[in-house]
């Protein structure tokens, strides 16, 4: 079985985040669906991605949600 493509799967809250993840226009059309036409990647937050714990595509939506508002206050 191949690896999950990152430019053409389909992807949902659901999806795992595998160590062959990368910052795709499908990835981004993703998150900015869930988090809004704000969203933007940084480079702190493609380290967390990245940063090899087990995490969904839709706890990186919520991280992303929970930085923005964080700024805010």
């Not at 795709?24 to 493609?46: P, W």
Request: glycine share 6%; hydrophobic share 40%.
């Amino acid at each position: 079985m191949a690896g999950f493509d990152w430019h053409a799967d389909p992807i949902d809250r659901d999806t795992a985040v595998t160590p062959t993840y990368r910052n795709t226009q499908n990835v981004r059309r993703f998150l900015t669906a869930q988090c809004g036409d704000g969203f933007a990647f940084d480079r702190a937050f493609m380290a967390w991605i990245k940063d090899g714990t087990a995490k969904t595509m839709g706890d990186v939506a919520d991280e992303w949600k929970r930085r923005k508002a964080s700024a805010r206050a």
